[in-house]
């Protein structure tokens, strides 16, 4: 069946604009979740959607990032007033549930920021 | 203080030889996951354990939960093996935490 998508694939943005990440998961899963991987760093918890439980924001960097999940399917992560900082390769992954599961990632969205 | 340790960073390797790539972690956890990376490419999940060993084709992933370590080993390694593999824990209702990485080059 399909995986992970995420949309656009890249994203070349100018300093101080918003943008907008698309992800859909593998439909069926209800735990969702968006990591950031900065160039020549690590892989960065952000947020993860389960169910219907309140998100878990605790990963994301400041108040300039947001995300939401609608109908428990797609989810949108919004950078306001993005700085050169942001620029990295975006990664959303889905998986059946959230313990016990392994995560099935998307091919990310790599964001630049000019 | 990352709260993922892996070893080595880099490892290159000649075609056909056994490799181990290791990783520790600082308090207890409910799962242990292993990633694999290729260059530009996407992440698959190569393993997720919680004890014991899991093995899947010429991988073999391994966990000592009174250790904190876990192990993930490639028999008779070749070429398209290299990638960076990740090795990423999870705490009680938290998020996974990742490992830097360690980068795999496998020499023909």
């Known amino acids: 069946g399909a995986g992970v998508s995420q949309s656009p694939s890249n994203k070349v943005t100018e300093k101080g604009k918003d943008v907008e990440l698309r992800c859909d998961p593998i439909?069926?899963?209800?735990?969702l979740y968006w990591y950031r991987q900065s160039l020549g760093q690590g892989l960065e918890f952000l947020i993860y959607f389960q169910g219907n439980s309140a998100p878990d924001k605790s990963g994301l960097p400041s108040d300039r990032f947001s995300a939401e999940r609608t109908g428990g399917s797609v989810s949108t992560l919004t950078i306001q007033r993005t700085q050169q900082e942001d620029s990295a390769v975006y990664l959303c992954?889905?998986?059946?549930?959230?313990?016990?599961?392994?995560?099935?990632f998307g091919p990310g969205t790599r964001l630049t920021v000019t | 203080k990352n709260e993922v340790e892996q070893s080595p960073q880099n490892l290159t390797a000649q075609e056909g030889e056994f490799i181990t790539i290791n990783c520790s972690y600082s308090?207890?956890?409910?799962?242990l996951h292993w990633l694999q990376q290729h260059p530009g490419g996407g992440i698959v999940s190569l393993f997720m354990?919680?004890?014991g060993k899991k093995k899947h084709g010429r991988l073999i992933a391994t966990i000592n939960i009174q250790e904190k370590h876990s192990s993930l080993h490639i028999t008779a390694s070749h070429p398209r093996d290299s990638a960076v593999y990740i090795c990423?824990?999870?705490?009680?209702?938290?998020?996974?935490?990742f490992g830097s990485g360690t980068r795999l080059q496998v020499q023909p």
């Open positions: 990423a824990v999870r705490w009680e209702r938290r998020a996974l935490t």
């Open positions: 439909s069926g899963h209800t735990a």
């Open positions: 992954a889905s998986s059946p549930g959230w313990a016990g599961y392994e995560q099935y």
């Open positions: 354990l919680s004890s």
């Open positions: 308090v207890g956890i409910s799962a």
